[in-house]
């Protein structure tokens, strides 16, 4: 937990395992879960952040059917691009195999792997918002209740960050796992309004790993509140805490080679 000027948020970082990520919930124990309305450990915070490799796959889509859409989708993009370049040559300098909006279908299905699609794309144009809308089961999920209560999640406009061959742009080839949005970020605010995305993407540089890494941005609104709430259930001693406090100043005042003569630790 973080409390940044009397703002409580809560960051979870997870790795689901494939079968338990359809029913997701965390719960305080009974022996607390009086002092507050619900039981939803999540909805005691001002912010909350759920991030990591959450498991859930792109379904209904062979490996071929992903790879031919994100393919389609590149070549069209990059064939737009042509227009404002000197020659069809300069098009292809970004290394993407989906080099014109004339791709053969063989090419495609078999060369579909080395994909970066730009971050400027205009909402309409996202083709990530197909697998996302019709195909995603964390998406699915969310929408149906079955996890993630009151989450929101920044657009997608990146393709998905897994599985790729390590140390390459490569989608692995050998077991054909489908393309997916593994790695996601979500939040949920108790204010609308209060939290703000900027940025949500993925850092294709970083290869070391079968899956992308993803970052986001946000802007959260810090105010001022009460200081006088009881944690921790009731059980949280705010003089202890200052306590505490006061002598881990002092001692790091004592090994910056400072001398204090109002407090003695034995």
């Known amino acids: 937990m973080l409390k940044v000027f009397k703002k409580n948020s809560m960051r979870f970082s997870w790795h689901l395992a494939t079968l338990t990520k359809s029913s997701i919930k965390i719960y305080i124990s009974n022996s607390i879960s009086s002092f507050y309305p619900s039981r939803d450990l ?7 952040f759920w991030f990591g490799d959450l498991n859930f796959r792109i379904e209904k889509m062979t490996f071929e059917e992903v790879t031919k859409y994100l393919c389609e989708h590149k070549s069209r993009e990059i064939s737009s691009s042509t227009n404002n370049r000197k020659s069809s040559h300069d098009s292809s300098a970004d290394g993407s ?51 993630f209560h009151k989450f929101i999640e920044p657009v997608i406009t990146f393709p998905p960050t897994y599985k790729y061959d390590t140390d390459s742009d490569v989608y692995e080839t050998q077991v054909k796992r489908v393309p997916s949005f593994t790695d996601r970020i979500l939040y949920r605010s108790k204010r ?6 900027s940025q949500y993407n993925c850092v294709p540089s970083i290869r070391t790993s079968d899956h992308r890494p993803v970052f986001a941005l946000f802007k959260a609104q810090l105010m001022a509140g009460r ?30 080679g400072r001398h204090h003569d109002d407090c003695s630790i034995s």
């Open 42 to 48: 999540t909805g005691r915070f001002d912010y909350v």
């Open 97 to 147: 195999s989906c080099t014109s909006s004339t791709t053969t279908a063989s090419s495609i299905t078999s060369n579909t792997h080395q994909i970066a699609f730009s971050n400027n794309q205009t909402p309409n144009a996202n083709p990530m918002k197909h697998l996302i809308d019709n195909h995603d089961q964390l998406m699915s999920c969310i929408k149906q209740g079955q996890a």
């Open 192 to 197: 609308l309004g209060h939290i703000v995305n």
């Open 227 to 256: 200081d006088d709430i009881p944690l921790n259930a009731g059980s949280f001693n705010r003089d202890v805490y200052l306590n505490g406090l006061r002598r881990r100043a002092i001692e790091a005042g004592s090994n910056d």
